[in-house]
């Protein structure tokens, strides 16, 4: 018998507990612009931090990799001397992808400096 009133009561209170639940929605899903790179002001780098995909393909040609995870993207472009990987991010009130920053390394993952790797993938 008390076995009965426990279910009842579990089964009565269900209702009610479920009333309590929230159904709200969070209405900010975006992430945070990244904020302005270092790399910005190294000298050389000016003509890659803050390019978009298509001005890094005119300028390197086709990439190897094209990463898409959003709100990021890495390209990856690679010559004989080098292997550089650009991440592009938005901008504050901008939703087109930008570069935030490089990493340049060669074939067997030894770094590279990033200036050198861009000119010489410049220059093939």
Known sequence: MIRMKAKFLVLFSLPALAACASTSVPQNTSLPAAPASPLQ???????????????????FGKPQLDISEPPAQKLQFASGACIL????????????????????????????????????????
Do not use: E, F
């Not at 000298?43 to 803050?50: E, P, Y």
């Not at 939703?95 to 000119?119: E, K, L």
């Open 85 to 124: 990987d650009a991440y592009l991010y938005p901008s504050k009130g901008d939703s087109t992808g930008r570069v935030t920053h490089i990493d340049a390394r060669r074939s067997d993952g030894a770094a590279v400096d990033r200036v050198s790797c861009v000119n010489a993938l410049r220059s093939r």
């Open 41 to 59: 002001s190294v000298a050389g780098l000016d003509i890659v931090m803050g390019k978009t995909a298509d001005q890094l393909i005119r300028l």
